[in-house]
């Protein structure tokens, strides 16, 4: 069983910025890829960034130049910078795992971020 421990999130206005942090209760060398979803009211879950493996990172095109995904192998933990934050951003923000061994996903509980126009 893995649990992700998310935080940050919150209000802020267009153009800013906030920082999501999200730990893992197991080793980073047993994480297949990690990263961020998001769902906003009535519509699906969607990737906004990732990492895998050695390092790869990917984005949705929507965030690209904007988000930078981070991983601190030392803790477990992978990190979502979001700049130029705008209104269609507001959403639900989930952390995501893949083990190297398992199939199954494994989900944080969550973490709003409303950004105001």
């Known amino acids: 069983q893995v649990q992700l421990v998310e935080s940050g999130g919150g209000l802020v206005q267009a153009g800013g910025s906030l920082r999501l942090t999200c730990a893992a209760s197991?080793?980073?060398?047993?994480?297949?890829?990690m990263g961020w979803y998001r769902q906003a009211p009535g519509k699906q879950r969607e990737l906004v960034a990732t990492v895998i493996g050695g390092g790869t990172t990917i984005y949705a095109d929507s965030v690209k130049g904007r988000f930078t995904i981070s991983r601190e192998n030392a803790k477990n933990m992978v990190i979502l910078q979001m700049n130029s934050l705008r209104p269609e951003d507001t959403a639900v923000y989930y952390c995501n795992a893949l083990l190297r061994t398992s199939p199954s996903s494994y989900w944080g509980q969550g973490t709003q971020v409303t950004v105001s126009s």
């Open positions: 197991v080793g980073i060398f047993r994480i297949n890829s």
